[in-house]
Antibody, heavy 120, light 110 residues
Framework: EVQLVESGGGLVQPGRSLKLSCAAS????????MAWVRQAPKKGLEWVAS????????YYPDSVKGRFTISRDNAKSTLYLQMDSLRSEDTASYYC?????????????WGQGVMVTVSS | DIVLTQSPALAVSLGQRATISCKTN??????????MHWYQQKPGQQPKLLIY???NLASGIPARFSGRGSGTDFTLTIDPVEADDTATYYC?????????FGGGTKLELK
């Protein structure tokens, strides 16, 4: 059974940093690209970052480029999201998601999500 | 960025057919595939993939769910609707980066 378990969320002040983790199990982690997708309270879904299976390719939307960094440790089957210079508009539930292979960028398994609140 | 437009809400009776539409402002077809995907999200839960590449049923999803369309017009059909299907449904394109989502359609029972 595929499982994705996020951790590391919480309350953080604007301008500060936070690092999220996602522990994966039930599949060969190193074979799949992975992603983070967020959802602001009562809002829709927004893609935040993707990383290739080997970790050599990373991709971001303009809204987080230069502030967020996605990474992975295939030996530990763990995905990370380093979030710097946080803003109030980054307040959201953050989901770790397994991405379809072949560059198709759909998300076939999702974690339960972790809440990040950016507020003074 | 590609913009996806969905109707905000839809009300359907139990046992009837629900058709949820998603329109894009750019063609999302590429080399024989339509890069359109559908998700279901129930309150307090993570999204679940229902359909990928416009018409392919995801693993474990009942055949009551189906998807069709190409180019800029896509539909998700649930037939027949069951009580457990009340949720918000999102379409998502991956023809171009960034992948973008529609605003969601909330399915309610009459």
């Amino acid at each position: 059974e595929v499982q994705l378990v996020e951790s590391g969320g919480g309350l953080v002040q604007p301008g500060r940093s936070l690092k999220l983790s996602c522990a994966a199990s039930g599949f060969t982690f190193s074979s799949f690209p992975m992603a983070w997708v967020r959802q602001a309270p009562k809002k829709g879904l927004e893609w935040v970052a993707s990383i290739s299976s080997g970790g050599g390719g990373t991709y971001y939307p303009d809204s987080v480029k230069g502030r967020f960094t996605i990474s992975r440790d295939n030996a530990k089957s763990t995905l990370y999201l380093q979030m710097d210079s946080l803003r109030s508009e980054d307040t959201a539930s953050y989901y770790c998601a397994r991405q379809g292979t072949g560059g198709k960028y759909y998300f076939d398994y999702w974690g339960q999500g972790v809440m990040v609140t950016v507020s003074s | 960025d590609i913009v996806l437009t969905q109707s905000p809400a839809l009300a359907v009776s139990l046992g009837q057919r629900a058709t949820i539409s998603c329109k894009t402002n750019q063609n999302v077809d590429y080399y024989g595939n339509s890069y359109m995907h559908w998700y279901q999200q129930k309150p307090g839960q993570q999204p679940k993939l229902l359909i990928y590449l416009a018409s392919n049923l995801a693993s474990g999803i009942p055949a009551r769910f189906s998807g069709r369309g190409s180019g800029t017009d896509f539909t998700l059909t649930i037939d027949p609707v069951e009580a457990d299907d009340t949720a918000t449904y999102y379409c998502q394109q991956s023809r171009n980066l960034p992948p973008t989502f529609g605003g969601g359609t909330k399915l309610e029972l009459k």
